[in-house]
Each structure stands twice: as C-alpha cells, then as structure tokens.
C-alpha cells in the first residue's frame, strides 16, 4: 500500500481568464468523468454563483481560459426539468439585439457532494437547445 501525496489534498491556484488566479480546494472540484461534449478533455471544473438569479460560472481547472455561464433550468422555463433538481442549461450569452439563450436539451446535473458532474443529451426531449430568456431580469443589481 503506498502512502498518499501530502499536496493530493491542497488547494490549487489556476490563473482563469474571467476571474484571475482562483483558488479551489479539493472538496470544491467537480469532474466530469466523460468531459463536456466537445471538451472531452476537460473535465476538471469549479462551480461559482455569478448572481443570486440562478445563474453560475462553471469554470474549468484543466483549461483555465475555458468557461460556461449556466442557468437553474427553471428559471428559463418553469417546467424545464423541474423534476430534476439542481438542473442547470448551459448559456449562449447574447449578441446584439438578440436574447441570450439556454439549452434545455442538453441539462448539466452536478452533484456537489459527490463532486461529479456530467451533461445529459435528451434527444427525444421537447426543449430545444437555443431557449430565448431574459438575462438581464436574472443579474439583479450587478448588471446595473
């Protein structure tokens, strides 16, 4: 049996391009077994709130200059996977005039105890993965 690596379980600081050198302990790193499709690679990642609207950073540890805005299913649609709670949709930030939007096809499920995390592609699902949705209700006084 060999012993385990006194610095396995310290925090590790990665210098992100949206928040500067983050700092994450352990317990706070969500993995993504498979990855994100598209970012097979990258599966590290920590979960920061951006706003008490539902809406969160998921950034990633082993890509720093990676990171996705996600938003509570329900507060796109309030029947948009409200039998799972804790659903959140990936974000398209808006462009011009345009709204941004949430895919609800495709809903990320992380389970912050475990610490695992992984995104659920529903063909068959009624939901599309472009969502128009009102962003700025969701920032509250930040976006002001």
Known sequence: ???VPQDKFLA????TRL????TVSPDETVVFPRGLPGFDQ????VLLPASQGG???LQCLDTPELA???VETVRVSENAWAQTPGALAIVTLPSGDQPATANL???VLIDLVAGLGRQAIMADSDYGT???FDLSSLLGDSAK
């Open 105 to 107: 096809r495709a809903p």
């Open 130 to 132: 472009a969502h128009p």
């Open 42 to 45: 990258s599966r590290r990642f």
């Open 55 to 57: 809406l969160y950073w």
């Open 1 to 3: 049996m060999s012993a």
């Open 12 to 15: 590790e600081t990665v210098a």
């Open 68 to 70: 996705f805005m996600l």
């Open 19 to 22: 928040f500067g050198p983050l």
